[in-house]
């Protein structure tokens, strides 16, 4: 079921008593009531904070404001989440309309109604249009065209000229920094770092193929003391179960304090994307890429984890006996740093390769938390015999970024194999066996060694080569190996000679 299925159903679902928003000029003529009255958003008095932040209303600092909307939120039956995962699976995650988020925008009126479109022109506007997964092991350093994009709510316009955030909480000294004075080299050192943000989602697909989860998804602070958290804020409306919140999530104070946290306006030497969170957005080293808050609007200081959805309720990690029914928020470890993990970029799953004797294999590998890929092994056979990656061919080591890799693996045999890789980091982690080792009800971090099937077509095998020339000469295409051959496998002289040989297939006694 997609998601313009599961709207019809929610229609339906709401018999007689729906009303469509069509006659209401502001609201999306998709949008279904669940009330008689027309429901005004512009009562709501919702507005954009300040003159050249478009697209970013504050819920945060109005408690009033978010349980004013939580109401409003319930005159509209809004379509359920889409069913993807009980369903035939697609190879690559699936492609969502994403008609919820759209709607939950368009309920809110002006203030928010045009955000999903001006959203999708920053898309089209910045990234590479065709985002092929190859070009991202070609270089180590990916392009910023090339680099992924997860949001959970809208891309804010915001002019850097009006641009400041806050830095409050449990600080000595209040203070709301502009730009250019963040800019200002003799109040804030630079730095720049070679890091590697990876989503906590990468390889997602892999866990949903095994079993269906959950698809829901410092600058002048005075001596916070050891025990507090930085929390982080968005621009970004993030929609959640109804209601609504400014995006947020936190890290550690220590781990500000040990610089492994910085304020970055600038993407591999070029200003930051407006997707990637421009005007600043911030960089958690080692942590999954959900703490890498964009659109910064304030830094607080705090004693405790955000309470935000995002840090409290999502990016948990349960054991695999935990699901729907007894989750709880407390019971799920908070997901911070990265475990190691890796990937094969090519082949791809299904390719059939034809070889001498040897498959190349390219990839990546990455450990998080300041950890960094020692070691890196490919298998031919499903992970009995393992070859080791030659350190000549794996990239620079970091302590926060990926090293691409690549081998040419020795594989003697023919037909399916299982090609794995797994990844040694310098603390001798490594990866769970089987994604279902380390299956979890969020479906987050799928590190488990990463497996393809491929086709080998070993050409240094006499009768190999020998089949492939005659398919040649024939002007007959060898692949896919799917595909019937015009030809009989073998000659009349050919079978006679094998039969006798064989001693017939049929015995006489
Ligand atoms: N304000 C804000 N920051 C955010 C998000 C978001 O939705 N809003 N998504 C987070 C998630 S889940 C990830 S994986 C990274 C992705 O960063 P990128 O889009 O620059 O690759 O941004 C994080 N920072
Ligand atoms: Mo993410």
């Known amino acids: 079921m997609d998601e313009l299925t599961s709207f019809a159903n929610a229609r339906e679902m709401n018999g007689a008593t729906t009303k469509m928003a069509e006659d209401i000029e502001i609201l999306h003529p998709n949008l279904v009531l669940r009330t008689k ?36 939120m319930k005159k509209f039956n809004f379509p359920g989440a889409p069913e993807f995962q009980l369903v035939p699976l697609p190879k690559a995650n699936p492609i969502l309309e994403g008609v919820r988020w759209k709607q939950y925008h368009y309920a809110l009126g002006n203030a928010t109604k045009d955000i999903p479109a001006e959203s999708w022109f920053f898309v089209e506007k910045e990234k590479a249009p065709d985002m092929i997964h190859n070009r991202l092991v070609a270089t180590p350093i990916t392009r910023n065209e090339d680099h992924f994009v997860r949001n959970h709510g809208g891309i804010p316009e915001i002019d850097e000229d009006a641009y400041f955030f806050d830095v409050e909480g449990l600080v000595n000294c209040p203070k709301r920094l502009t730009m250019k004075e963040l800019k200002n080299e003799s109040i804030f050192p630079r730095q720049s770092n070679v890091v590697t943000i990876q989503c906590s989602g990468t390889r997602r697909i892999e866990q949903i193929h095994e079993y269906p989860g959950d698809g829901d998804e410092l600058i002048n602070a005075p001596d916070p003391s050891a025990s507090n958290h930085v929390e982080f804020l968005g621009a970004d409306t993030y929609f959640k179960k109804g209601e609504v919140f400014n995006y947020a999530v936190s890290a550690p104070w220590r781990k500000a304090k040990a610089n492994e946290v910085i304020l970055a306006w600038e993407m591999n030497g070029k200003p930051l994307p407006r997707i990637h969170g421009f005007p600043l957005r911030v960089v958690v080293f080692g942590y999954i890429g959900a703490r890498s808050c964009k659109w910064l609007t304030r830094i607080n200081i705090i004693n405790t984890e955000s309470t935000g959805p995002v840090q409290k309720k999502e990016y948990l990690y349960y054991n695999s006996q935990v699901g729907k029914h007894n989750a709880s928020y407390s019971s799920g470890f908070s997901i911070q740093d990265m475990p190691v993990s890796s990937a094969i970029m090519s082949p791809l799953d299904k390719d059939q ?8 294999m390219r990839g990546w ?55 794995v890789v797994r990844c040694w980091d310098n603390a001798l982690n490594t990866q769970p066996t089987y994604v279902r080792s380390a299956w979890n009800w969020d479906l987050h971090v799928t590190s488990s060694c990463h497996r393809i099937k491929v086709y080998s077509i070993n050409k240094t ?22 595909q019937p051959g015009e030809m009989d496998l073998e000659g009349e002289e050919s079978y006679t000679q094998g039969m006798v040989a064989r001693g017939g297939r049929d015995l006489l006694e």
């Open 365 to 419: 590998a990455y450990s998080g938390g300041g950890h960094w890929p020692v070691r890196i092994e490919a298998s031919g056979d499903g992970g009995s015999i393992w070859y080791e990656v030659l350190y000549q061919n794996m990239t620079d080591k970091y302590y926060h970024a990926w090293r691409l890799w690549e081998i040419d693996l020795p594989v003697d045999a023919e037909g399916w194999l299982e090609l």
């Open 353 to 360: 390769i034809i070889h001498d004797g040897k498959i190349k």
């Open 37 to 72: 009255e027309t429901p005004d958003p512009e009562a709501l008095g919702l507005e954009e904070e300040f003159p050249g932040w478009h697209g970013y209303v504050e819920w945060e600092r109005y408690p009033e404001r978010k349980k004013e909307v939580k109401e409003y």
């Open 461 to 482: 095998r006499p009768k190999i080569a020998a089949k492939l020339k005659h398919f040649e000469k024939l002007g007959v295409p060898f692949l896919p190996i799917t």
